[in-house]
């Protein structure tokens, strides 16, 4: 392995299009911090929500954050525990993008609760018996290991133990995984959860996302700052991400076969992929189709998978599916109803029996979107402020060694 | 200026837990002091298994006479022209349910069903939905965070969230917006020795179709229905052990 001379700096971010940036991500955090004024002062009647979607949009862009954040993390991963030296360059970045994605999911959860200044509650007041208790322990343990692994990657005396942290963090990001797509696979009495399956596929899930907005933001950052960034280094996470989206989808197949097979879920199962309309659409067109099928052709046809456009345009495909995706599991699981009693037709002024209602309102989106914001400005001041990011990521830079395909 | 002297809410989940109930002494017009009164039946145990048994060959009106009574005990439910259907607490509905096959009909109460294994109690972070040792689920209001987990768990969609500013609280009941809620069983009336509204309302109009009782009591009237009639329990095959019997599904 080739001696690290990678030599990190700040961005200088000085420009008027660096401030724009920060503005505009202060711009929509406002609007998302007005967006739980008005929807705690007014109650949850004002959002899309309702007693039989009790969780909405703001859920999904959380979960999306969460679930991408651990996926973030695989870059350090695969340079410190799987002794991938490629990819070393970018592992601060990773971990920062990792934690901004994390603080972004988790500001979006607490904010659309019912009582979000009872956090505190939630802070000191555990039934170890939840999913949802153990996930507080696996957010806030995120946040001090991969804090400590950061710490160990940028200080020189602690180098040499980045690597039992990172093999403890990406344990770690395993579990933060399980615990996310088990809050839905606990559920047993929803025949569109309560399935095992939910834990390993939202980890493939992870994978994806993650790197898929990894991939943008490395793009877009050293095009910003005029920094050399090779072929070499962005197809092989061109490459991972082809395998990601792969495993994804192969979970998600998975899912829908083993449910299919069961006749008592058939109903569930013709709800999402025959007569569901939006959930149908969302499941087909969005997640399927532009979100997995398309952006591999995209990786991995030569015309398009050898060029950075290409395979920006597949990494934003894979998030708009990964949205579909999470959209379809959060709100058509809650959409189809409730089975009380199963093989009758049911009826109540509670709305048994019914395919549930649900459109998504501005606030919702708004705190969603500002979620992501958070993230973003969280990435946009840490890279000023601390040298995360290599001065140059050429080829030659990344692998000495290298010789290019097209010699 | 009305004020209201509350010496219950911060200690209520004990309370609760223990079996006490609270009464409204009218002070002056528009001023009340709650007082907290022992309750007769002495602290929840598990010697308990509170539980009901509803007759589903009732006549169907019988069940609004249900749901009239939780309103008024319980201070839910709106007048039509204020109500949002989607977004309103509903603590017991009616439910009609028809075999396609057959064509057959009938009308039953759905509210909380007071699991052994309740889902919403093992889901909820923060220990809030609870369940008393006399098999009694609640919600603890000070404590619940408004996640709505517990609504994604109950099997039955019993619970309600307070999507909106609420008017006409009941001094037993205390309500708040951004928490969730169900049928407590009256637990504030059974800790008097008295029977949930439902089941009196029933009562009072000559009807029997919801039976309460202590399901633990082998001499009770619903111990002993229990084990004369084959009952069934909703979605049983959950295990998850609800205290709510069916005859007639």
């Known amino acids: 392995m080739a001696a690290d001379t990678t030599v990190y700096k700040e961005i200088e971010g000085k420009g008027g299009d660096y401030f724009s940036l920060v503005g505009w991500l202060g711009v929509m955090i406002a609007a998302g911090l007005g967006s739980t004024y008005y929807m705690e002062h007014h109650g949850h009647v004002v959002t899309g929500m309702t007693n039989a979607i009790v969780w909405g949009t703001p859920h999904v862009f959380a979960v999306f954050l969460i679930v991408a954040a651990s996926g973030a993390l ?5 340079s410190s525990v799987f002794g991938k030296y490629h990819y070393k360059p970018l592992a601060r970045l990773s971990a920062v993008t990792a934690l901004a994605l994390l603080a972004g999911g988790l500001m979006v959860l607490v904010l659309d609760l019912g009582r979000p200044d009872r956090l505190i509650v939630a802070m000191t007041k555990y039934n170890f018996k939840s999913i949802f208790a153990w996930n507080i322990y696996l957010y806030t343990g995120f946040f001090v290991i991969v804090l400590a692994y950061l710490w160990m990657m940028m200080e020189r005396r602690m180098v040499p133990h980045s690597k039992k942290v990172g093999l403890f963090a990406f344990v770690w990001r395993l579990a933060l995984t399980t615990g996310t797509g088990s809050i839905f696979g606990f559920l047993v009495a929803r ?16 994978f994806s996302f993650g790197l898929a907005i990894f991939i943008i933001l490395v793009s877009v950052t050293y095009k910003w700052s005029e920094r050399p960034l090779g072929d070499l280094i962005l197809f092989k996470m061109r490459n991972l991400l082809g395998v990601f989206i792969a495993a994804a989808l192969y979970f998600a197949v998975v899912q829908h076969l083993t449910n299919l097979y069961a006749a008592e879920h058939a109903g569930v199962e013709a709800f999402i992929l025959m007569d569901g ?4 659409f969302l499941f087909w067109v ?3 189709g532009l979100g997995s099928l398309f952006p ?5 046809n030569p015309a398009t998978g050898r060029t950075c456009q290409g395979i920006m345009v597949a990494s934003i495909l894979v998030i708009i599916g990964g949205l579909a995706q ?3 599991i959060i709100i058509g699981g809650q959409a189809f109803p409730l089975q009380l009693f199963p093989g009758m037709e049911v009826s109540s002024s509670f ?8 459109a998504p309102s501005l606030p919702e989106v708004l705190l969603g ?6 993230t973003l400005l969280i990435i946009a001041v840490a890279v000023k402020y601390l040298p995360l990011l290599p001065t140059s990521l050429s080829d030659a830079k990344v692998d000495p060694h290298h010789v290019s395909e097209d010699a | 200026m009305t004020k209201t002297l509350n010496t219950v809410d911060s200690t209520r989940r004990n309370l609760l837990k223990g079996g006490a109930a609270a009464a409204v002494v009218t002070l002056a017009p528009g001023v009340t002091l709650q007082t907290v009164h022992a309750a007769v039946t002495g602290p929840a145990t598990s010697a308990k298994r509170w539980g009901m048994l509803i007759d589903a060959n009732a006549p169907e009106g019988v069940w609004d006479l249900a749901v009239d009574a939780c309103k008024a005990e319980q201070g839910w439910g709106k007048d039509e022209k204020d109500a949002n259907p989607a977004t309103d607490p509903q603590w017991i509905r009616k439910v009609t349910i028809k075999d396609p096959k057959t064509g057959a009909k009938a009308n039953l109460p759905v509210m909380c069903q007071h699991c052994a294994n309740p889902p919403c109690v093992d889901v909820c972070p923060t220990g809030a939905s609870m369940k008393r040792a006399d098999g009694i689920v609640l919600v603890d209001k000070h404590i619940c965070i408004g996640c709505r987990y517990c609504m994604m768990a109950c099997p039955y969609a019993c619970r309600s969230f307070v999507h909106e500013d609420m008017h006409g609280q009941r001094p037993h009941m205390p309500r708040g917006k951004g928490t969730v809620e169900a049928c407590t069983m009256c637990v504030h009336r059974v800790d008097m020795g008295q029977k949930p509204a439902c089941v009196e309302a029933l009562n009072k109009a000559g009807s029997n179709a919801i039976m309460f009782g202590d399901l633990n009591d082998q001499n009770s009237d619903i111990s002993r229905a229990v084990s004369k009639y084959v009952t069934q329990r909703i979605r049983a095959d959950l295990g998850v052990e609800p205290g709510v019997h069916y005859r007639g599904i």
Do not use: C, E, K, R
Not at chain 1, 74 to 78: C, E, L, M, P, Y
Not at chain 1, 277 to 280: K, Q, V
């Open chain 1, 286 to 288: 969005v997640q399927i």
């Open chain 1, 277 to 280: 309309g939006i959930y149908t």
């Open chain 1, 326 to 328: 999470i959209y379809v």
């Open chain 1, 191 to 206: 025949p569109g959860y309560d399935a095992a399956i939910m834990a390993p596929m939202f980890i493939a899930m992870s």
């Open chain 1, 296 to 300: 591999l052709a995209l990786l991995f």
């Open chain 1, 351 to 358: 709305f048994d029996g019914m395919v549930h209602a649900y």
């Open chain 1, 74 to 78: 695989n870059i350090a991963s695969i």
């Open chain 1, 369 to 374: 979107l500002s979620g992501m914001a958070t």
